[in-house]
């Protein structure tokens, strides 16, 4: 009976032990709240998510969440920092490092290569998903993957490399890094050097080309959204990269192309009211927030630019209202005015005076205003038509075609209750156009862009000091630092000058 | 098996002889020393033979014995004593009631326990007596300069809130560093998952019912734990049923808390001149700077000096901090036969802290039954339920923008901002605009309407079984379950800032966390020839720990007074999250001790956990220990000066398997992941998260310890010293990658750190006079820790330092910076160098020592302390007249340099509209040729080509403090008068905590924990406390 007990309780442990040690698949345990990356992009629906996913990361504040406009601004001639969160402040005092993020901070190199990825792995995925048999999807989805990558390398270049045709020779350490595959497991991973400005514009070139003829082929599915991108969007960007790339023939082509396409201009009477709409006629690709999707009430577009919750109601304090126009940009703005002393130019109606719940009242810019219904909740016009029209203008005044480019130019003053220029040649025509082209996009983050590509210094003055803090176009400001940690973990990387 | 039994039949053979000779009946009775009533249970024993017997309910024995035989009287809680028999027939003895005995035995895990004077490892032992009546949420708070080795900081003041223990240092860079805790053999999972409120996982327990705990320290002691075991084990039991006559105590105490401090900040003239100064120093003209300011204050324009200097000035401090209130209500049971004992309690604990709408209450009920069933067969049974109601503060570090949060704003808000309006509304609620200022919220409104609440509903509970198959061997299977459910709760009222905009939000959380595990062991224990004592344990475990999480947002609300989710308009997210991790294990150790004088043992764990990379799934931790006691030699046997001494080494390792911040908290590290919420325009979508590294595996520890353990004089001095060098390797880094390849890092397990340390602990009996004494305890220790390895290949910062730097988020969900060569969380800043006598500027100091308004990062960065102490550790006096007790006990923190966040919105001198503290505007620069540290102010803080003049080392203070943790004056009435109320004991006390501290720390309090990387920011204090109590035994 002892014996039995014995051998029943040393039993009952050698079981234990061998339990413990012999099932190996006692400790596997699958996820359920993420699945695996070898299987995610195997099928249609897959692609479709992984689409999605870029479009979610073009949505975060280091991208077209804020950043790309905000940041674009601060640094820019068009607006003074507040000081009433202190957000931007560094920015628009163009602190050295602090330039779509920190030196620490990734910021938006981060998510843009991110985002890259992403698209290259779409690219990469989409010819072995022999099961998604609908060719028009299948160019969408190739269509949509190349404008993204060109996008975010567009952008990636504007903000730390030279522009073509006005690098400053001794500080240029060349483009971004290029990379057009995707990567999924560690060995994968590589280490490229800065890419020649020029390789990376063929790159950006061939993915434009490649999207345009890829919507061509895609009818009917879903790649004319403009929430999405579209055959119209990749025409206007590559309008935009061209005047960049000082190609202005093919500005011209592909402004012409995208001018005639679905989306048209919104005329004077419409264009405030566009503004005021959860989603802007005018835009041929604008990125649209849900509503998990609030970027809340430090970093959304509204917050960052007017305290105002809604147009006219100075009693409600919403956001911060951290960066507003300065009075030069205000001035231009009323530069024109009626024989009573009022503008005459209707977008001067989209600044107003915003409340002093949280300091002194500035006037604000009105163009993010919660406009999906929910405060700091607003879709951001990424590409309007608009710029079709200014890109083409300035193309055309850069190859000497000085009708055309006064009749764009006109399109858009008319438009915005100016009067008709006639007579501007050479630089007037020039200046008018680039004029016409800050007070279009103002608070949109064209300005900083604009002055580099063509090699412009940006004069500014602090507000409330009398100190100018201007920026020459040979500062070495001018390019923002790329991140330390890629610096670090990846040698062939040259810092920009200066930092 | 059957040498082993022949073996042990011949064993007890041999002891039974001596026996044989000649037998007395020898009986008597027990009694306390402390008041005179018969001790139940008390083991008897004939020295030198396995014979013994129990006293019975009425504290009766009854042994036969030989003549000139000694009996040994031991029961826990008092001192063992030897009485020689001689011919008596009859021997009463009276023990003695004796804390310090309590240390005479460890417990080590496993239901194993060992006499200390046998223990070959560092552990240190605190009674549950010294944790409990005390005004805090859960026991580790209590553990505050009581042990050596182990550090103890609140995280905040709120009650039941987070407490960080660190046993030896931080022995890892982004995985956990928090002990293992073990509540009566059940593991328990101490993540804290309450998203809305600072909570405790062990404020589940009543810190009355706690018998003992005892914290494991160096590989020897807590390798048996294996791969949880890196960062020690803090093994805590409960109180168990003792046989007798059924004891119910009664316990009661009730208590205030107050703020430690209030800060001293500027009035409203002072403030409104300030402000006016920074604009006119920011360039504006001092008629517009005037006007601005008055119309940030909502004042005419136009007002008169005569008119500013009559504006009142309204202190926020006082609106929101207020005088907390404790009550604590027990109710225990204990008692039993020889058959089956059980302990029961039940308790009620309320407190409200120092700050508005912040407060804790709990409910607790425990049992555990201890049943015989058969002389080979007994039950362990314990279940533990606590349901714990605890609310948080708005805007805390949990949850909230700050801006909102009480602690934080109210010595920040402009002081010419009334409260109240005049009709006793709040003034300036969002539906008016606001407050003027930054701070754009009234923080006693949002404090008073919105609700962050959690409730928690825990029970653990155990079962095993005792089956002791022969003399010496038992077999032991344990089952257990810690199952814990989270309510969360944030309701912001949509007259709210946070709710008016989106008039009203309503945020629900619901957390299970099934935390299940089962173990076998053997344990075998045999003297042999009388020299050889033999102990050894095996065996074997699985765990599954299953959480998942469920929280929703939901917007829009009819009127304030709908606070559930049906009644919200607006959807915006649902969340959904599984997480899992298994383990396996086996383990097993072996103790031999030769002669009472020499000790080994032994111990190996096997881990596996589903946490790690498929090649790496398995983990072996072993250790090996011995221990020396030289005062057995000959030499030193009845030496009069050295009664007891001792010499301990050990060598193991241990791992660390609490992964969190790098795989956001996800238990899948070793996969390669994509991830869901990559949604777009109201479509699903994905993105890569996270590369495969099948190569993922433990943190492991080596400890190095070596310990003297003495006793002078007849131990009127006693302590311990122990130094160790904890080397953690295969630590776990973001290996960061070049963010062009799509991802920011992968994990690998490339970091080493180390840890050397000196601990000492004293205890002295000072003087003994007749009843009065004097009692004394210290501990002190000395931490040296190092980051040895980060990952090659890492490009050293343009410095002069060449520093290899490595930024990363630590487990808490700080963002740091490890630095090779430096302690962990060092802080690496520019070099603030006053202020330009002539001018007023902030001046930095460059790489090269010259004096610079722009320092360049990373350039200028130098190396300036951490946040690590130095030294750390408590001294505590006992002063003991009869019946009267005097316990003072001072606790200390040495070398701590940390950011004072809170106070850097404090030093910006109006720079913005925050109101400034008094101590940093009494020192600003006014003129040339002031010689301070403190910048002229200037709106916005940054002086044109300037950086911010609260950069740098500014606002790098040091936070080491000395704190008289606890003063707690105690009458034990006399028996015979206690006797009249029917109780056979009785206790009466009073008690202070925090009483005082003396530090530099220029805000409220240098004890908080860096939460989600705010500094001190919203954190609420630490407060002073005052109570009284009585404990009754009936």
Known sequence: ?499 | MRKILFGSWLLSLLFCLPVLAQEIAVSGRVTSSDDGSTLPGVSVQVKGTTRGTTTDADGNYRISAPANARLVFSFIGFLSQEVAVGNRSTVNVRLDNNAQELNEVVVTGYGGTVNRREFTGASSKVAGATVSNLPVGSFDKALAGRAAGVQVTSANGVPGGAIQIRVRGVGSISAGSDPLYVVDGVQLNTTNNSTFTSSNPLAFLNPSDIESIEILKDAAAASIYGSQAANGVVLVTTKRGKAGKTQISVNYFTGVADPIKKLDVLNTQEWIALRTQARINGGQTSEAARAAVLSTIRQPTTLSDADIAALPTYDWQDAVYKRGITNNYELGLNGGNDKTRFYVSGSYYTQSANIVNVDFKRGTLNTTLTHQINPKLSIDQTLKMSTISARGQFGGPNGGSFLGAGAFASPLIIPSIPIYNPDGSYFGPPSQGGIPGILNQNILQVSELNTIRADINQFVGSLALNYKVIDGLTIRPFVSLDYRIIRGRNFSDPRTADGFNVRGRIQDQLNENKNFLTNITANYNKLFAGKHDVGLLLGAEYRSDVNENLATNITNVPTPDFKYASAAALPQNIFGTFNNFRKASIFGNIKYDFNKKYNLSLIGRLDGSSRFGSNYRYGFFPSISGAWLVTEEDFLKGNNLVSDLKLRASFGTTGNDQLGSLFNQSNFPGLGLVSAGFDYNGAAGFAPTQLANPDLRWETNETTNIGLDFGFFQNRLTGSVDVFRRVSRDLLLPFNLPFTSGYSTISRNVGSVENKGLEIELNSVNLKAGPFQWRSTFNITFIENKVTSLYPGIVPLANPDSAITLAYTDFYGVGRTAILGRPLQAQYTTDYAGVNPATGRPMFRDFAGNITYTPITPRDQKYFGTELPKFYGGFNNTFTYGGLTLDVLFQYDYGRRSFNSQTSFLAELAGRDFNALRSVYDRRWQQPGDITDVPRPINGNIETRGVSGLGGTRTLEDASYLRLKQITLAYDVPAAVSKRIGASKARVYIQSANLLTFTNWTSYDPEFLNFGGNGNTGVVPNSKTYQAGINLTF
């Not at chain 1, 992009?41 to 479709?48: I, Q």
């Not at chain 1, 050295?96 to 991110?114: D, I, K, L, R, V």
């Not at chain 1, 998604?132 to 949509?144: E, K, P």
């Not at chain 1, 483009?175 to 514009?201: E, K, S």
């Open chain 1, 1 to 499: 009976m002892r014996t039995i007990k014995h051998i029943w309780s040393l039993g009952l442990l050698t079981t234990g032990i061998l339990t413990v040690t012999a099932c190996s698949n006692l400790l596997d345990v699958d996820p359920r709240s993420n699945v695996d990356s070898q299987s995610a992009l195997t099928t249609a629906e897959g692609l479709d998510a992984g689409l999605n996913g870029i479009y979610d990361r073009l949505q975060n504040t280091a991208l077209y969440g804020r950043d790309m406009l905000a940041v674009a601004e601060a640094l820019a001639d068009n607006a003074q920092a507040t000081n009433k969160s202190g957000r931007l402040n560094n920015e628009n005092r163009n602190i050295a490092g602090s330039s779509f993020g920190t030196t620490f901070a990734p910021g938006t190199w981060q998510s843009a290569y991110f985002a890259i990825n992403q698209a290259n792995l779409i690219l990469d995925a989409l010819p072995g998903v022999t099961a998604l048999t609908d060719t028009n999807r299948r160019n969408s989805i190739r269509g949509q993957a190349q404008f993204l990558r060109a996008l975010l390398y567009h952008d990636l270049m504007r903000i730390y490399a030279y522009d073509p045709g006005v690098e400053i020779a001794q500080n240029s350490r060349g483009g971004v890094p290029l990379l057009t595959t995707g990567v999924l497991n560690q060995g994968q991973i590589t280490f490229p050097a800065r890419a020649p400005i020029a390789d990376v514009y063929t790159q950006i070139y061939s993915d434009l080309q490649g999207s345009i003829n890829s919507f061509g082929r895609s009818a009917g599915s879903n790649g004319t959204l403009p929430t999405n991108g579209n055959l119209q969007a990749a025409q206007v960007l590559f309008s935009r990269v061209a005047l960049y790339n000082k190609d202005y023939a093919t500005a011209v082509k592909n402004a012409t192309d995208a001018i005639a396409g679905t989306v048209k201009l919104s005329p004077n009477a419409s264009y405030v009211g566009g503004w005021r709409a959860p989603r802007n006629p005018e835009s041929v690709f604008e990125l649209a927030y849900t509503t998990p999707e609030n970027i809340g009430v430090n970093n959304a577009l509204q917050t960052t630019y007017t305290t105002l919750v809604r147009v006219g109601d100075r009693t409600a304090t919403g956001g911060f209202g951290d960066l507003v126009p300065n009075n030069a940009f205000i001035a231009e703005l009323e530069a024109e005015k009626n024989t009573a002393g009022q503008a005459l130019d209707i977008r001067r109606q989209l600044y107003e005076l915003g409340t002093t719940g949280r300091g002194n009242a500035f006037i604000e810019c009105t163009k993010f205003l919660g406009k999906n219904g929910i405060i700091n909740l607003d879709n951001v016009p990424v590409i309007r038509i608009s710029e079709a029209y200014l890109n083409r203008a300035e193309a055309n005044a850069m190859l000497g075609n000085t009708a055309n480019a006064l009749a764009d130019l006109n399109v858009i003053r008319t438009r915005s209750g100016l009067p008709e220029r006639t007579g501007l040649t050479g630089d007037a025509l020039l200046n008018e156009i680039l004029r016409q082209r800050r007070l279009e996009f103002g608070f949109e983050g064209h300005r900083w862009f604009d002055l580099k590509r063509r090699g412009q210094d940006v004069i500014k003055t602090i507000p409330l000091t009398t100190t100018p803090n201007n920026v020459p176009y040979n500062d070495f400001r001018i390019l923002a630092p790329i991140p330390v940690n890629e610096l670090s973990t990846n040698k062939s990387v040259r810092q920009n000058f200066g930092y």
